[in-house]
């Protein structure tokens, strides 16, 4: 039986799952991403050329080589504080992010101070880009708001739960940055008004979803400057890549008449690359592009998933050899000469991060009981402050009646 094989698939029946051997396989064709993935900087730390993306990347030297290498430790270091308040009970939730530092700092980097990003739920990464500290993610996972950041401030949203539904959000907006004029305009852009693009970062899994099907049918109708920006990091939950496609994912773009691009997700210098040309590609009006980042998921899909239940040791164990952080600390030191004197400082600065993090949780305050009535809608509405005062008054003779 072959993978791709058309057939019922039902997880809780294991002759309808790919075996040990078919896995294995699989990973062996796939794990190098092809020879059309766009690659930077090897696993081995060496710097190679592309000439088609090199371009994008002739201002990444040693300082700004470790600046990356800096956003990435910080972000996992948080990353890791927050998987591990959650089994603590401290957060009700939490989407790890771990494997995926280099495809969410060399996007969210290649943004411009005026470009739009639409986040998952997964982009600490992206969010730590855009200026917003780990701390202000936590409400979100403990439970206590949806996000305490200005959206249009940080430009960036707040983070979507529903699986996919971003894409159309960050097409609807993309194509509001084209009505109002703010695409291919190049040097004669005025001061107010320069050209932006839309970033919207979403899985391998959402792009079985109809919202991201519906969103690239209306980037390409409208030319919309929006880059779809694909983490394929090969499961959705437990359903692998095989099971979602026949076609790589960046392929699936030509079918809706707009570019497609498989990078390396794990390589942060390849990710900015190709994240700065489509951008570019999009603020100049030539319309939406996809981007498959093709990574690995090194962790659960979210804390109350068990990975170790539908996939194998030995594909957790050859992505190892290929971690984004890994790579790059390599390079700075065979290439740049960096010293222990720099790693062990962003070390220090990252459990400093994750000490701040873990105090700020563990001192944030409960909401008030009337919290849930206050953010319904964005203007007061009678029907809703009717419940309100209803729910506090209830609240009211209730703790008399305690006392």
């Known amino acids: ?19 040990r051997e078919q896995v294995l396989a699989g990973l062996r064709g796939t794990d190098a991403g092809g020879p059309e993935l766009v690659q930077l900087l090897t696993p081995e730390g060496e710097r190679v050329a592309d000439e088609r993306f090199d371009g994008h990347a002739a201002d990444v030297d040693a300082e700004t080589l470790k600046s990356l290498y800096r956003d990435m430790v910080l972000v996992r270091r948080a990353d890791r504080e927050g998987n591990a308040l959650q089994r603590q009970g401290q957060l009700g939730i939490w989407v790890p992010l771990l494997g995926q530092e280099a495809a969410q700092i060399g996007a969210g980097r290649a943004l411009l101070p005026t470009d739009m990003a639409f986040p998952s739920y997964r982009e600490h990464g992206v969010a730590w880009c855009r200026g917003i500290d780990p701390t202000d993610l936590l409400g979100i996972f403990r439970g206590t708001d949806h996000g305490s950041w200005d959206p249009l401030e940080k430009r960036f949203h707040l983070y979507t739960i529903v ?25 004669d852009a005025p001061e107010n ?11 391998d899994g959402a792009t079985s979803q109809g919202d991201v099907h519906e969103g690239f049918v209306w980037a390409a109708a409208y030319d919309a400057p929006v880059v779809f920006y694909c983490q394929n990091n090969q499961w959705a939950i437990s359903v692998p890549l095989e ?3 026949r076609v790589p994912l960046y392929e699936r773009a030509r079918g809706y008449g707009f570019p497609g691009v498989r990078v390396d997700g794990n390589d942060v210098i390849a990710c900015l690359a190709v994240s700065r040309w489509a951008l570019e590609e999009c603020r100049s ?3 939406p592009v996809l981007i498959e980042a093709y990574t690995y998921r090194m962790d ?9 239940r ?8 050859l992505w190892k050899l290929k971690d984004p952080i890994e790579r790059v600390r390599v390079n700075l030191v065979r290439e740049h000469g960096v010293d222990q004197a720099f790693f062990d400082s962003v070390a220090a600065e990252a459990d400093e991060l994750a000490a701040r993090l873990r105090e700020f949780c563990l001192n944030m305050p409960d909401p008030a009981p009337d919290r849930m009535f206050t953010e319904v809608y964005a203007e007061p509405s009678p029907l809703v402050e009717a419940q309100r005062e209803e729910f506090l008054a209830y609240h009211a003779s209730f703790s008399t009646e305690e006392a």
Not at 4 to 14: E, F, L, T
């Open 163 to 187: 699986i996919g539904n971003q894409c159309l959000n960050a097409t609807g907006y993309a194509m509001g940055q084209r009505f109002e004029g703010r695409v291919g305009n190049g040097s």
């Open 300 to 308: 659960a899909h979210t804390t109350s998933d068990d990975p170790s």
């Open 243 to 245: 099971r979602q496609t």
């Open 285 to 287: 009006g030539n319309g």
């Open 193 to 203: 008004a320069p050209d932006e693009a839309t970033m919207c970062f979403f899985g």
């Open 310 to 317: 539908y996939r194998l040791a030995d594909e957790l164990e």
């Open 1 to 19: 039986m072959s993978v791709s094989d058309p057939q019922a698939w039902n997880p809780a029946d294991p002759r309808s799952r790919p075996n």
